[in-house]
């Protein structure tokens, strides 16, 4: 199945890795937070939660995810980290 994810998921994907990418840097216990500014942030939470987008261009680092809006926080949990992911 060949998926063409939009430009706006693109944009999230690469958000997601860079995040993926940092989170081990302030590991600390197994849980990361990283922040992204209130544009990316949206961008990442539009990508996983609210466009329907296709498991399979998700980066496979990430095998769960949860929003939590009232707090602006994102968690994605991986094989070893519980990352959070904050807007600033």
């Known amino acids: 199945m060949n998926i063409d994810p939009n430009l706006h998921q693109q944009q999230g994907v ?3 890795k860079r ?5 081990p840097m302030v590991e600390e216990d197994g849980k990361a937070t990283v922040h992204l500014t209130a544009e ?9 939660f609210h466009m329907n987008t296709p498991k399979e261009i998700l ?4 095998l769960g995810s949860k929003l939590h809006s009232e707090t602006q926080q994102m968690v994605l949990t991986t094989a070893g980290i519980e990352i959070t992911v904050e807007m600033i």
């Open 59 to 62: 980066p496979e680092a990430i």
């Open 40 to 48: 990316d942030w949206h961008v990442v939470a539009d990508t996983l």
């Open 14 to 16: 690469r958000h997601l």
């Open 19 to 23: 995040v993926l990418g940092f989170a």
